[in-house]
């Protein structure tokens, strides 16, 4: 189902981990630039390096996880490094580049932002299996290296790498 924001002259839009999920992009920066007022800002965060996503000391099934997530969201039409075209899909819905951060975090397991990857893995351990892109013993073998991972307090996580990125609707 195709859903348009229309011409409603918002202030700002904030969209964050959506654009690497659509099988057009553009159809979706379009409709955001569309529904701002001008002057308007986009915000965007969106991983541009995925593959930074990375237990240490280095886990093979982990490994192993994360590369089948990649190939799960682009067998949907989806790009997990959307963040390196959306400038120009900015550019060509008429925005204004305002500013491209890099932002990647570190986190052990004594952080609270360690429950990200404890509910992303467990999630999707169980989606990559239904969709037979990890078999009943990979997904169990994932499972125990994050357990092992997160009763180690010498190991940490590193993000996929994402991209915040402020566009304006030119006045
Ligand atoms: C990883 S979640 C991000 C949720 C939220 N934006 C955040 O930052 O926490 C991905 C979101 O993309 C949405 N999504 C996935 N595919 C979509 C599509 N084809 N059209 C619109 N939304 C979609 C899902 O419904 C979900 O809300």
Redesign the pocket.
Known sequence: MEVSLGQVGLDASW????AC???SPAKLIDNIAGALRPGGLAIF?EYSDYETFRFMPIRPALEKFSHEVMASWRAAGGEPNIGRTLPDLLRAAGMRVLEIRPLVRTVAPTDYAWQWPASFIEINVVRLQELGRLTTTEGAEVLREFRAAAGDPQSWFTTPLFLEIVARRPL
């Open positions: 969209c964050r981990w959506v999920f659509v099988s965060h």
